[in-house]
T-cell receptor
Framework: KNQVEQSPQSLIILEGKNCTLQCNYTVSPFSNLRWYKQDTGRGPVSLTIMTFSENTKSNGRYTATLDADTKQSSLHITASQLSDSASYICVVSDRGSTLGRLYFGRGTQLTVWP | EADIYQTPRYLVIGTGKKITLECSQT?????MYWYQQDPGMELHLIHYSYGVNSTEKGDLSSESTVSRIRTEHFPLTLESARPSHTSQYLCASSAREAEPNSPLHFGNGTRLTVT
């Protein structure tokens, strides 16, 4: 069964600290993996997209890594800011259809305290 | 910021009422989607469209219907709202199939409460 599991479910860190969010998936055949940030009351916004051949991709203070062999991804946030408080969602796409079926994780709720 | 708009942002309505959730995008995207999201849960696809006059049901069984008469407009209708329809509804769009790695652009959602 194709699944996307994220950990931790929630995380609280102090402003300025770094953190790493995890995503494990069983989706096959794999096409790409995306990380989205969803602020409370808003729609998700794309942070990164990685294909099979990409190991790492950065977007400002956000760095995503992908290990397609172990089917794991991480999102590292450097020097956290209060505005980083949000839900971070891992989404994996398969190659089994022209639609590119998307499998969503439940997200990690990150809270950054001053 | 993506140019995709949903109205209303919040809606409280009584059981049995007919409602339409609006979604419009100005990016010329062919593909559009409706997702349902409950707190702490993953997004579930309820409808999608490849283009004008194309609509398909998603993975989650839904009593709603959609239409795609114009590229930019993808409204979702509930003929008779029930409390079980209480949820967050997110509309999204993406570029054509030639760009399979293009991201989804989401609207800010409609929070529906059926009393």
């Amino acid at each position: 069964k194709n699944q996307v599991e994220q950990s931790p479910q929630s995380l609280i860190i102090l402003e300025g600290k770094n953190c790493t969010l995890q995503c494990n998936y069983t989706v096959s055949p794999f096409s790409n993996l995306r990380w989205y940030k969803q602020d409370t009351g808003r729609g998700p916004v794309s942070l990164t997209i990685m294909t099979f051949s990409e190991n790492t991709k950065s977007n400002g203070r956000y760095t995503a890594t992908l290990d397609a062999d172990t089917k794991q991804s991480s999102l590292h946030i450097t020097a956290s800011q209060l505005s980083d408080s949000a839900s971070y969602i891992c989404v994996v796409s398969d190659r089994g259809s022209t639609l590119g079926r998307l499998y969503f994780g439940r997200g990690t709720q990150l809270t950054v305290w001053p | 910021e993506a140019d995709i708009y949903q109205t209303p942002r919040y809606l409280v309505i009584g059981t049995g009422k007919k409602i339409t959730l609006e979604c419009s995008q100005t990016m010329g995207h062919d593909k559009m989607y409706w997702y349902q999201q409950d707190p702490g849960m993953e997004l579930h696809l309820i409808h999608y469209s490849y283009g004008v006059n194309s609509t398909e049901k998603g993975d989650l069984s839904s009593e709603s219907t959609v239409s795609r008469i114009r590229t930019e407009h993808f409204p979702l209708t509930l003929e008779s709202a029930r409390p079980s329809h209480t949820s967050q509804y997110l509309c999204a769009s993406s570029a054509r199939e030639a760009e399979p790695n293009s991201p989804l652009h989401f609207g800010n959602g409609t929070r529906l409460t059926v009393t």
